[in-house]
């Protein structure tokens, strides 16, 4: 029973194409995030929620938009995909700042 | 300030030696400090956690050690088995906020 899933593992997609990422936790928590993974394996945050409210917006292009529609869903809408965006997305959850995310496995985006 | 990708530094280490993996981190007034283990296709684990008043932490064949003078985080790993080859990263967290703010991560590799 997977505690943060995400859909797709995997998403190949051309220049300009406008996508969504999924992401659903079962673990109750009330916080939940976004993060992005480099070629390099740097993680650096992009968005989180707290119970479907905003509460972390880093400086990211205006190009994604994040969508909380309860507080076990966070998706991730990227419009006008750029060369750029190709990257591992990462989805967490926690249920307080002090224990830590549980992470989902990760969407690898690869745009050609 | 965060920290900035660079090429990821790789540890190779015999099985059944002890490892230990560091981390500078960045912030002064981080008060909560996690290590986590990534292992190929899969989202980062959580391994060990430590508060900032402390300045050791053990679990099972893992150590955390903290020295606030120097803002310096090691990951110890005892007996090193081929499963414990992996990305490992650690994590900081301010008081009062949300964010977690990832290291560049080291691999691990075992050597049999």
């Known amino acids: 029973d997977t505690a943060v899933s995400q859909t797709p593992k995997y998403l190949v997609t051309q220049m300009g194409n406008d996508k969504s990422i999924k992401c659903e936790q079962n673990?109750?928590?009330?916080?939940m995030y976004w993060y992005k993974q480099d070629s390099k394996k740097f993680l650096k945050i992009m968005f989180s929620?707290?119970?479907?409210?905003?509460?972390i917006n880093e400086t990211v292009p205006n190009r994604f938009s994040p969508k909380s529609p309860d507080k076990a869903h966070l998706n991730l809408h990227i419009n006008s995909l750029e060369l750029g965006d190709s990257a591992v997305y990462f989805c967490?959850?926690?249920?307080?700042?002090?224990?830590?995310?549980?992470f989902g496995s990760g969407t690898r985006l690869t745009v050609v | 300030g965060e920290s900035v990708g660079l090429h990821l530094p790789t540890l190779s280490v015999q099985e059944g030696d002890n490892s230990i993996i560091n981390c500078a981190y960045s912030?002064?007034?981080?008060?909560?400090f996690i290590w986590y283990k990534q292992e190929s296709g899969k989202g980062p684990q959580f391994i060990i956690d430590?508060?900032?008043?402390?300045d050791k932490r053990q679990g099972q064949r893992v150590t955390v050690l903290l020295n606030k003078t120097v803002k310096h985080l090691s990951l110890q790993i005892a007996a090193t088995q081929p499963g414990d080859s992996a990305v490992y990263f650690c994590?900081?967290?301010?008081?009062?906020?949300?964010?977690?703010?990832f290291g560049t991560g080291t691999r691990l590799k075992v050597l049999a």
């Open positions: 994590a900081e967290i301010a008081s009062g906020t949300y964010k977690y703010i």
């Open positions: 430590i508060r900032s008043n402390m």
């Open positions: 673990l109750g928590h009330d916080t």
């Open positions: 929620y707290n119970n479907k409210e905003l509460i």
């Open positions: 967490a959850s926690s249920q307080d700042r002090s224990r830590g995310y549980t």
């Open positions: 912030n002064s007034a981080s008060d909560y």
